[in-house]
Every structure is written in structure tokens, then in C-alpha cells.
């Protein structure tokens, strides 16, 4: 079924049909794969950027599962995002190596120095992989150590409009 417009990203018909004619082509390219599904789900949210709705009913519709099925593990997984990613993020380490060098007030500064800015995503990670350097985060994808909330800003100040 065809929307006018689409209710998880707001684009209209051609291109719902083209996104969805995106879908169906990646999940027909995996299908056969174990574990199609996230291998699936991967594929779309790396090339789309997310996994709405629709995306949920195309990718039942191929793998010949339910809707259900594919909804539960997409909510399931914290990585995969079913709206647009904002502009920025921010995934601040919250294990207990940078626990112990002062993470906690660090991601709370974050939360309060971005907090209502839909632009800006702070989000808590649970391992970089850097615990030498703690406390870490990933600003934009870029992994950075010893992070304060002076040096978090001071990475993040171009973001400052």
C-alpha cells in the first residue's frame, strides 16, 4: 500500500516507492544469507540511514517473515535507528574504566550543555575500547581520551549557532 505521505520520514509517494524499491532490493540480494534479517537490517540502515516503517513491512514482505518479527529485533538493538540520525552525535563511555575518571559528570554536562538542540545526539556507549584514555567518547565518529567537559565543548564549539 501506497501513502500519500509517509508517516516515518515524510517524503511523498515517488519517493516512498523508490525507498521502498531500495528496501526490497537489498533484502532480495541477502535473502539467502544466514541470518538474512541483520545482515538485512544493516544494509538498509547503512545505506538509508535508518529503517522506518514501511522499511519494516518491505523487509517482512521479502524475508517472508513477520512484521513483528522484524520490528523486535530492529527495537531490540540499540544501534538501529527507525527515524533520521541528527546532524551530530555524541556516544559518551559509561563502562567502568571511565567511571572511574569521571564519566558520569562528564556525559551529565553533555546532556545539559546540548539538551534541546535537535541537531545534537548524546548518547551513552558502553566501551570504546580505549579505557587507557578514559574518559572516552566518539564525537562524530571520531574517537577521542581523556575527555572533560572544557575539551568536549571545546571539540563541539563549531557546532554553536
Known amino acids: 500500500m501506497t501513502r500519500a505521505t509517509s508517516p516515518d520520514h515524510g517524503m511523498g509517494t515517488g519517493l516512498d516507492l523508490e525507498r521502498t524499491g531500495t528496501v ?3 533484502a532480495e540480494q541477502h535473502a539467502s544469507e544466514r541470518g538474512a534479517l541483520m545482515v538485512v537490517l544493516h544494509a538498509v540502515q547503512s545505506e538509508l540511514g535508518h529503517i522506518g516503517r514501511s522499511d519494516v513491512e518491505a523487509i517482512a514482505d521479502v524475508l517472508n517473515l513477520s512484521r513483528a518479527d522484524v520490528h523486535g529485533v530492529v527495537s531490540f538493538y540499540k ?6 540520525s541528527p546532524e551530530h552525535t555524541v556516544h559518551l563511555c559509561r563502562a567502568e574504566a571511565c567511571q572511574s575518571v569521571g564519566a558520569e559528570a562528564l556525559y551529565v554536562d553533555a546532556r545539559r550543555a546540548f ?10 556507549v558502553f566501551c570504546l ?3 587507557a584514555l578514559g574518559p572516552s567518547g566518539m564525537i562524530d565518529g571520531r ?4 575527555l572533560s567537559s572544557e575539551r568536549l565543548l571545546g571539540l563541539t564549539e563549531e557546532w554553536v549557532r
Not at 574517537?143 to 581523556?146: Q, Y
Open 24 to 26: 526490497r532490493r537489498l
Open 79 to 84: 544501534d538501529f535507528r527507525t527515524e533520521p
Open 115 to 124: 539538551a534541546g538542540r535537535d541537531d545534537v545526539e548524546v548518547d551513552e
Open 129 to 131: 575500547g580505549n579505557c
Open 143 to 146: 574517537l577521542h581520551g581523556r
